[in-house]
């Protein structure tokens, strides 16, 4: 990581030689900003191409698990990326996608509840119908 150098503005006036560390700092610098390094300026969200800084550019930490698992319990039922106990009246593979048209929501106890809508990943394995396994909305 480059470290970040103040710069005063004689050292990198008009018609002055700047020294070695002028120079490198010129160098260095940019990098620095853009590795957040501690003391150099910070990169605003408008300075970014498409003006968005979102989860997918955020490494780890508790903020960005809050924020997913924010919108993950905001999720309504059967929406995409929700998940849901289903059940299938023929035999499914993990990852066979299904039309929500062919499953119906399921518990353990019994197999009552509406049909979902969209389309649903198996992330179990249904070996004979009617049965019932986890599946996703993926569409």
Excluded: H
């Amino acid at each position: 990581m480059a470290d970040w150098t103040d710069l005063i503005d004689a050292a990198v006036s008009v018609g002055g030689l700047p020294s070695g560390t002028t120079v490198t700092a010129l160098r260095d610098n940019p990098i620095a900003i853009a590795e957040g390094a501690v003391g150099a300026p910070r990169i605003a969200n408008g300075a970014v191409a498409d003006a968005t800084l979102g989860a997918e550019k955020f490494q780890s930490g508790t903020t960005e698990v809050g924020w997913v698992l924010g919108r993950t319990a905001a999720a309504s039922v059967g929406a995409v990326g929700t998940y849901a106990f289903l059940r299938a009246g023929v035999a499914v593979n993990e990852g066979t996608t299904v039309a929500g048209s062919s499953l119906g929501y399921s518990s353990t106890a019994n197999n009552s509840g509406g049909t979902p809508s969209g389309t649903w990943q198996a992330m179990g394995d249904i070996p004979s119908g009617p049965n019932a396994t986890l599946f996703l909305r993926i569409v």
